[in-house]
């Protein structure tokens, strides 16, 4: 705009203005640049030889895949990057001249070319490549996928500036691809202090780290997460949420925090004694093929299809610890990001603690795939409220969230005879005997709760 008016030929008294300022900024400038003898960064001499060519405007070349590619690298951007320094053969390692521009090596896509190269940053940033390999990213590579991010989609190694500078939200790499995410990320909480009022809450990386990404359901490290930064959380909560751990468990934040989301119960495989979620092997998917066989409709699992998946899993287990454990979740990636400030969340113990509560008419059962992510098959809501004893939580009933409930439901599976016959209902009583047993116990020496 300024320049605009500086070269407005009507405006006589804006050009003295304008000339004294273009004279400020000279002298500014004259200030501000360093002595003539200090080293102007430059190229080494190979690096500038690759520029003759790749400094030009208009060089491309078509991949494999018909597609025209782009091959200007801009000496001037480059300099200046965080990798100035670094000379181009250093990640061309294969390209040693200019005899590539002549001798046509094929490249099937540029994703291909740039998949090459990803593991050469090892050699410079060891740290981060380590723990890029441990994320859901990596896994999903692993497994074949060409929508997994590389190193170069999150970072343009040829201009990268220091990651502290690449703050404004619109520049997240993760927006690329998860962009509705994205979108209900910058309307919540976070993300509105953070544009609208430039404070520093959270972004993506902050909550799901950079590098070592997990799948997002798995493990609590979200969860211990807002607790890490929101440290006075649990005492707040506890002034009106009784048996606030216990919510914390079966309930992710933002059922509460999301108050126009729609929930579910996640039925989640759990190994009781690793206290861990079941996890899918790779190449042996083993949940698919018996959800599929055991609901062909795909109407949703009902109690005895559930029970013998369980048993199932039991069986592969060895260790016979197989349980499902109970957990509400809201039903997409999106709304976990539309969390909403304090006074519109979810205190009405109602919401959840009543028959047929919004949050119990949706049910899944769910593994955690090879990479982590959730693999979910739809069951039958009925399941929730067939057992008898739903004594403390009316309408939701975490299976096996602990041994008496696991057993209720051991029980009312075998008493319904809808795991068939007599040898069914035997071997449920003898395999649950000794909890049983104790039980009794429990319950002749008063209230369990
Ligand atoms: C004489 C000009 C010239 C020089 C010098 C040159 N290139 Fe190229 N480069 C090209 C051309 C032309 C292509 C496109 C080739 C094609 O169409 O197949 C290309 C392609 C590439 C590609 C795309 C991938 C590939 O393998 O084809 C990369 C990466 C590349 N150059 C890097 C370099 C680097 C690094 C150097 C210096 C070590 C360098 N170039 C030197 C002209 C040059
Ligand atoms: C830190 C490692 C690194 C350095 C240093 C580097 N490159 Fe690259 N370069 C890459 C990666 C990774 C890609 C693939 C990126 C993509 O296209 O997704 C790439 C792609 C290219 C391409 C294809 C066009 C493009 O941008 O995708 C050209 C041409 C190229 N580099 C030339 C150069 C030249 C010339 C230099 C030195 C002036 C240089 N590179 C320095 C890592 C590097
Ligand atoms: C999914 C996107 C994504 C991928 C893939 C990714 N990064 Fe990053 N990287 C980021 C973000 C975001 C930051 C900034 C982190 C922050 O602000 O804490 C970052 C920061 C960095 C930094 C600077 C760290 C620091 O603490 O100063 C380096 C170096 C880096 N990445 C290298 C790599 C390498 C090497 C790879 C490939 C193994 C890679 N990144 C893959 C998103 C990514
Ligand atoms: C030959 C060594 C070398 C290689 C290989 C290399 N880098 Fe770098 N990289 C550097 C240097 C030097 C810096 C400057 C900052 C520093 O000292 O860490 C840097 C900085 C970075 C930063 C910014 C860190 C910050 O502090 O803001 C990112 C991101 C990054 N590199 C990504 C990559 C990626 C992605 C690759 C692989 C395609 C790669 N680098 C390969 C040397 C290298
Ligand atoms: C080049 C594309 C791309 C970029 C960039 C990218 N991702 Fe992803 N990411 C994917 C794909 C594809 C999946 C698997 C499909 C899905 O879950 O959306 C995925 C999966 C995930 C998952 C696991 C989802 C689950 O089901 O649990 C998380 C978490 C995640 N990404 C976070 C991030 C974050 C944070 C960033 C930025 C630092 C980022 N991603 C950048 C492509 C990308
Ligand atoms: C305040 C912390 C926080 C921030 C900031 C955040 N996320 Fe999340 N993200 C979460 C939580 C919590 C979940 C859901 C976990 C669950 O299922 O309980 C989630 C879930 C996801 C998932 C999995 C979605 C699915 O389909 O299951 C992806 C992908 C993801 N986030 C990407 C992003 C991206 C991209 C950004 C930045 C725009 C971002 N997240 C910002 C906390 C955060
Ligand atoms: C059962 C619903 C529920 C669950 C589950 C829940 N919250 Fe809350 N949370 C609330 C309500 C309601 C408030 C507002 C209380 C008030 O205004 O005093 C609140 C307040 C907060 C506040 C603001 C505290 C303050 O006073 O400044 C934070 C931060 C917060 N919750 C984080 C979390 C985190 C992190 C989790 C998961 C570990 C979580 N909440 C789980 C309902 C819930
Ligand atoms: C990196 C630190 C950080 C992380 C991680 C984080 N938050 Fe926040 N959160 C903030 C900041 C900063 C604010 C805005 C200032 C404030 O109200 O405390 C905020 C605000 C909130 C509020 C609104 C409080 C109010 O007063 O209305 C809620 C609710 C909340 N966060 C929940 C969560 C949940 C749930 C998670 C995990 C999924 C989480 N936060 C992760 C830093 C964080
Ligand atoms: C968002 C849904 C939700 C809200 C809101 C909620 N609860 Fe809960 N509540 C649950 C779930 C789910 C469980 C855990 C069930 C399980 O693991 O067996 C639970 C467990 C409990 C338990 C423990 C029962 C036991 O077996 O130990 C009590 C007591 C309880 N809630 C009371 C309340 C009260 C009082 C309020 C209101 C101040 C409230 N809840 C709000 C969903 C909710």
Redesign the pocket.
């Known amino acids: 705009m300024k320049n605009m008016k500086l070269t407005d030929h009507r405006s006589g008294s804006l050009r003295r203005v304008g000339a004294l300022l273009v004279a400020a900024i000279a002298l500014g400038l004259a200030w501000a640049a360093p002595p003539a003898s200090a080293a102007e960064p430059s190229l080494g001499d190979e690096s500038q030889a690759c520029q003759k060519c790749h400094d030009k405007p208009d060089i491309t070349m078509k991949t494999q895949d018909g597609k025209t590619w782009p091959l200007t690298v801009s000496t001037d951007a480059y300099l200046k990057s965080r990798h100035g320094t670094t000379d181009c053969a250093d990640c061309h390692e294969d390209i040693g001249d200019d005899k590539h521009a002549t001798e046509k090596p094929a490249v099937k896509s540029r994703r291909d070319y740039a998949l090459k190269l990803n593991d050469g940053c090892i050699s410079c940033h060891k740290k981060h490549v380590t723990q890029f390999q441990d994320s859901v990213h990596a896994a999903m590579l692993k497994e074949g996928s060409d929508k997994a991010p590389l190193c170069s989609d999150c970072h343009a190694v040829h201009t990268l500036l220091n990651v502290k500078f690449h703050k404004p939200v619109a520049e997240t790499p993760c927006l690329k691809c998860h962009e509705d995410i994205g979108k209900a990320y910058v309307k919540d909480v976070h993300g509105l202090e953070r544009v609208a009022k430039g404070k520093p809450a959270p972004i993506c990386a902050d909550c799901h780290q950079a590098h070592a990404i997990k799948a997002a359901s798995f493990g609590t490290a979200l969860k211990d997460n807002c607790l890490a930064c929101h440290k006075e959380a649990v005492a707040q909560h506890k002034d009106?949420?009784?048996?606030t751990g216990?919510?914390f468990?079966?309930?992710a934040c933002v059922?509460?925090h999301a108050p126009n989301a729609e929930?579910r119960v996640n039925l989640r495989l759990f190994s009781q004694k690793g206290q861990k979620q079941l996890i899918e092997q790779a190449g042996v998917p083993r949940f698919e093929q018996l959800v599929k066989a055991a609901d062909q409709q795909d109407q949703g699992l009902d109690e005895r299809a559930l029970w013998s998946l369980l048993q199932e899993f039991n069986r592969g287990s060895g260790l016979g610890d197989v349980v499902l454990r109970?957990r509400?979740e809201v039903a997409s990636g999106v709304q976990a990001h539309q969390l909403a400030e304090k006074s519109k969340a979810?205190?009405?113990?109602?919401?959840?603690?009543r028959r047929d509560?919004q949050?119990f008419q949706s049910v899944v059962v769910s593994i955690a795939g090879p990479d982590g992510r959730t693999l979910r098959h739809g069951v039958d809501k009925d399941v929730l409220r067939s057992a008898v004893a739903t004594?403390?939580?009316r309408g939701?009933?975490?299976i096996g969230?602990?041994r008496i409930?696991l057993l209720d439901w051991l029980l009312v599976a075998a008493v319904l005879g809808s795991i068939g016959g007599v040898l069914a209902h035997m071997t449920v009583k003898w395999a649950t005997r000794r909890i049983r047993a104790k039980v009794a116990a429990e319950q002749h020496g008063g209230p369990t709760?």
């Open positions: 009106w949420l009784p048996n216990r919510h468990e079966a309930i059922v509460c929930r109970g509400l979810i205190s009405d113990c109602d919401t959840c603690h509560a949050a004594a403390s939580v939701f009933y975490a969230a602990n409930q709760h």
